[in-house]
């Protein structure tokens, strides 16, 4: 999971930890899942993870050959992502690079990467469009380069306040406030309705070409059985195939969307139409 552009007192052990639970290995485990399908088929690329938390997603990447820049700001978590390079052996594929994400543009070249995450990081920084422009610039050229973005889905924050809070006033509040206020950072987090961050793409000029639920039912259930490890298979079994769907995706905790640099979508479309 992402880390924030900005400071944010996160405690990473205990994050790791939580990414342990059941909750957390759901959120991880769709979100690569979805992503799979849309990775290069050559997996000797570059990638880059924008805000890479603990690591799950950018050790994943390079045990499939990658090589990673795995980056974020918080110096914790960056040791927690090197602990879990140096468990899998893959300190030769992984670079860990400690920088906010708001400095993107004057890190990397243009066109440098063919993976990029940006996973639940938007929502931390008062300037979302502009990391979206500079995950833009920084996509190769390239038909299979591809970029995987979560943040939280509006609809989402309003059923947990109703359900498992059940918290009337905060529910009320989620359904137009810009901002909630997060469990694991005490900080307020904006939200997204797929709308808007389909828009923010569009103006970013990144092409949608998936787009996802992530946690679509989990986060209203009761704790008991959220955390029945026995079942995890079936419930991840579950959660990707609801997760798949537009109108249980539009209730999601989470909104996944996978996109492309510019003009790839009409390039692809014209090879499948020769193929014809």
């Known amino acids: 999971m992402a880390r ?4 944010v007192s996160i405690d990473a ?13 759901l959120r ?11 990775l290069p088929t050559k997996a000797q690329g570059r990638a880059l993870d924008v805000g890479c938390g603990t690591g799950e997603i950018a050790v994943r990447l ?37 920088s906010n994400a708001e400095e993107l543009s004057n890190r990397f070249s243009s066109a440098s990467f063919d993976v990029i995450i940006c996973h639940n990081l938007l929502e931390f920084t008062d300037r979302p469009f502009e990391i979206l422009q500079a995950i833009e610039r920084l996509l190769a050229r390239s038909d299979e380069a591809v970029a995987s ?29 810009a901002k909630v206020r997060g469990k694991l950072a005490d900080q307020l987090m904006s939200v997204f ?13 990144l092409e949608v070409v ?22 995890y298979s079936r419930l991840l079994a579950l959660e990707q195939k609801l997760g798949k769907q537009p109108e249980f995706a539009a ?13 790839t979508c009409a390039r692809l479309q014209d090879k499948r139409d020769e193929q014809h």
């Open 193 to 205: 309705t797929p709308a808007e961050l389909r828009a923010m793409l569009a103006d970013a000029r």
């Open 251 to 263: 209730i999601a905790r989470y909104t996944q969307v996978i996109a492309r640099p510019p003009g």
């Open 210 to 231: 998936a787009e996802y639920g992530v946690r679509v039912f989990t986060d209203y259930l009761p704790e008991q059985l959220v955390n029945d490890s026995a079942g």
């Open 28 to 38: 991880v485990d769709l979100a690569w899942e979805n992503l799979r399908a849309f």
């Open 62 to 98: 390079a045990e499939l050959g990658f090589r990673v820049g795995a980056l974020d700001s918080d110096q914790g978590m960056l040791a927690e992502t090197q602990r879990a390079v140096a468990e899998a052996g893959l300190q030769a594929s992984v670079s860990v690079v400690r």
């Open 4 to 7: 924030p552009a900005q400071s």
């Open 13 to 25: 052990a205990a994050y790791a930890g939580y990414l342990r639970t059941v909750s957390g290995r």
């Open 149 to 177: 973005i979560i943040v939280r889905n509006r609809a989402g924050e309003v059923l947990s306040a109703a359900i498992r809070a059940g918290d009337l006033a905060m529910t009320e509040d989620n359904l137009t406030a």
